[in-house]
């Protein structure tokens, strides 16, 4: 069954597990999913790259992100996993107090991840926050939507704090203002993606040279700012896709002000499929 996240925006299942069972999910929804297995050794696809699921993995679904999930079965087998999956629409308003943990919530369900998948084998801090969410659950059940929310916050500072850290390798002197810059870039894509890109502009909104924005955006996000871009377009057609019928000529217009034929190649060197058959096929995984 597909999720309802319009009426119920967080959902939550902690240590769900299954026995001698060949598990096999292939589908896509409208919230952001955090998966974390306990136990079950298998294959997790997301983006066409296929990853090893093994005890300790996280990770990170962003929203009509198709991914598939399979443990072979095998004798006395058992998965063991925790779920989260939640509307990032419903998120806005409790994580709003906080700038940098907003702004890394809304990064995580529109931006483009460099990273999805990872090994947290010896870390203990996750285990314990679910075991935290579900112990709350059994207390206030479920739908005491505020208590959710916090919980929800929890995680995704947890998330921003040891999983995403804003920058690699950057010097600790160096570090804030290097973050701040790393910010106002990613902003300036965010509020821009949609608009033909110029980098002279995009260096003088940033008050930096566009050799020192180009450099500096690479070295942070891993991707050329054009790179990055068209990432970002495919992210926004995606959804688009799955939630509107409209046609891919007038959704190109919308994220990018591309041409039906460039849309099409730009989104088929994404994702491995013509945007109609990311639509076919999301809308028939959502319905399963």
Avoid at 163 to 187: I, Y
Wanted: glycine share 6%.
């Amino acid at each position: 069954m597909p999720l309802d996240l319009e009426t119920k925006p967080v959902r939550f299942s902690n240590r769900t597990e299954t026995v001698d069972e060949h598990w096999l999910m292939y589908h896509a929804h409208q919230g952001c999913e955090l998966l974390y297995i306990f136990e079950g050794e298998g294959s997790i696809t997301v983006e066409g790259v296929t990853y090893p699921l093994r005890p300790g993995t996280l990770v990170c679904f962003q929203p009509y992100q198709l991914h598939k999930v399979e443990v072979p079965s095998r004798p006395n087998g058992t998965y063991i996993r925790s779920n989260l999956t939640f509307d990032p629409r419903f998120m806005e308003a409790y994580a709003a107090p906080f700038p940098k943990l907003h702004a890394f919530a809304r990064r995580l369900w529109k931006g483009v991840l460099v990273r999805q998948v990872f090994d947290l084998a010896g870390d203990d801090r996750i285990p314990a926050l679910f075991a935290d969410f579900g112990k709350s659950q059994e207390v206030w059940g479920e739908g005491a939507t505020d208590e959710e929310a916090l919980h929800v916050l929890a995680v995704l500072r947890y998330l921003q704090l040891y999983v995403f850290p804003a920058e690699d390798a950057v010097p600790p002197d160096r570090a804030d203002k290097t973050a701040s810059h790393a910010e106002t870039m990613l902003d300036w894509v965010e509020s821009r993606f949609r608009e033909p890109f110029v980098l002279e502009t995009m260096a003088n909104d940033c008050h930096l040279s566009p050799f020192h924005v180009s450099r500096l955006f690479k070295s942070l996000v891993g991707k050329t700012i054009s790179d990055y871009i068209a990432a970002r377009r495919v992210r926004e057609a995606c959804e688009l896709l799955a939630r509107t019928d409209r046609t891919t000529r007038e959704i190109g217009i919308e994220v990018g002000a591309l041409g039906a034929s460039y849309f099409c190649q730009m989104f088929k060197k994404h994702k491995g499929v013509t945007p109609q058959a990311y639509r076919t096929m999301v809308r028939r995984a959502y319905e399963r």
